[in-house]
């Protein structure tokens, strides 16, 4: 299937499954087996992809010395682009309070554990890589595999097979990625109709829009400006691309995104259409992609602010500017601290409600439309991860394209 075709049969893939889902509302959860084996096929890759392509990265550079530059510059980005998404997410909600006069209700916390920032630095290294992969953390997989990759390249001619055994598994990684999108269309209308159905139709859902309709359009206002402002304009300056073409290339990994909610979902394709169709070298991709999936997420942290703010607004607290700069730190660490599945940015948003003293309670008041939120916010965090490679990749051009 040519690549347009493909991205032209998931985007009616969508238009189909919201219809359905509008419509038949609860019936149509009877779909949802279909998207789950879609989400499947694609997460089955992604603890193998993020071990085999880390490795190969790492070898990579440590190989030419440009690993250190690679990585502070890395780190930059992830820490200047989610500061910036998090000034915006309190510029916004601040100037448009979408949360007075809204009524906190009183119910319970749907929230399993509490995290906390200790937690946070204790999800990076795991005593048992095998428990961390079967739990999806992916953190300490990569991790692992960065450790383990200057080890191994600095094991000599001794160890080129075993390098080569990553390289290779890396590239039919990928290959298998563009298998499983032949099914995408099909499963991605079935996620999205699956979805819609169980938050009980279209009507049902516009209802529960509505009631906090103001924090939804902020939220989505937010990520917008970041999206389309923001991070196109660091595109363009930092790497001379047009983000419209640069986006394009990566319509289906955005989709994929949308429809998942899953920023390690959308991973493998995320890197073979960066590296595919955008040219970036397989280091950056390799690199910045796999560990911007779990720790540099944008919108997430852009979507904490906001909400934090709007339970501060609703529950009738003024925030001081101290508290507000709590709000940044705590906000930019929980969007560190959450994992790439759906939702997580909601648990990590305990740490700042907690850091702050707000009520836990007022996580009920958003937790109606969070699901189709996340959609949006990981849609962002996938984009800056791939504008991330982009910067990345053309700023150390030297190192990583001998
Ligand atoms: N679902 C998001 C992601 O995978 C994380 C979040 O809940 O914000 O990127």
Redesign the pocket.
Same mark, same amino acid.
């Given at each position: 299937m040519s690549e347009r075709v493909l991205f032209y049969a998931i985007a009616i893939g969508v238009a189909v499954g919201v219809a359905f889902g509008w419509v038949a509302g609860e019936a149509a959860t009877g779909v949802a087996w279909i998207g789950d084996l879609f989400l499947n096929a694609l997460k089955m890759l992604v603890i193998p992809l993020v071990v085999s392509s880390m490795i190969e990265a790492v070898t990579s550079m440590a190989s030419r010395g440009g690993l250190g530059s690679v990585a502070r510059l890395t780190f930059a980005y992830y820490l200047a682009t989610t500061f910036i998404a998090v000034v915006i997410g309190l510029l916004v909600v601040s100037v448009i309070r979408p949360g007075d006069g809204v009524e906190l209700g009183s119910g319970a916390v749907p929230i399993i554990a509490a995290t906390g920032l200790a937690d946070i630095a204790r999800s990076i290294v795991a005593p048992n890589l095998f428990a961390a992969a079967a739990d999806f953390q992916i953190l300490p997989l990569l991790v692992f595999s960065l450790v383990f990759g200057i080890a191994l390249q600095a094991g000599g001619a001794a160890a080129a097979p075993a390098i080569g055994f990553f390289k290779a598994s890396n590239d039919a990684l990928l290959r298998m990625v563009g298998w499983i999108m032949v099914a995408a269309p099909v499963g991605i209308a079935a996620l999205v109709a699956a979805h819609l159905g169980k938050a009980g139709g279209g009507p049902a859902f516009m209802e529960e829009v509505a009631a906090i309709g103001l924090y939804f359009a902020t939220v989505l206002l937010g990520l917008s400006l970041h999206a389309f402002i923001v991070l196109p304009l660091i595109l363009i300056v930092l790497t001379r691309r047009s983000p419209r073409e640069f986006a394009a290339n990566l319509g289906e990994a955005l989709i994929t +995104?949308f429809s998942t %909610? $899953? $920023? $390690?979902a959308t991973l493998p394709l995320t890197m073979r259409l960066n590296e595919e169709r955008n040219g970036l070298s397989e280091e950056a991709t390799s690199f910045v992609l796999p560990l911007g %999936?779990t720790v540099n997420?944008d #919108? @997430?942290a852009l979507?904490e602010a906001v909400a934090a703010v709007f339970i501060a607004q609703a529950s009738g607290v003024d925030l001081t500017f101290g508290a507000q700069i709590v709000v940044v730190l705590t906000a930019t660490l929980a $969007?560190v601290g959450? +994992? #790439?599945?759906?939702? +997580? #940015?909601?648990v990590t948003l305990v740490i700042v409600l907690q850091a702050v003293g707000l009520p836990l309670e007022g996580i009920s008041a958003i937790l109606a439309v969070d699901w189709l939120l996340?959609r949006f916010? @990981?849609t962002v965090?996938?984009w800056g991860d791939s504008v991330g490679a982009a910067v990345v990749d053309a700023r150390m051009g030297a190192t990583l394209h001998p």
């Open positions: +995104a %909610a $899953s $920023s $390690s %999936a997420m #919108g @997430t979507y $969007s959450a +994992a #790439g599945i759906p939702q +997580a #940015g909601l996340d916010r @990981t965090n996938v």
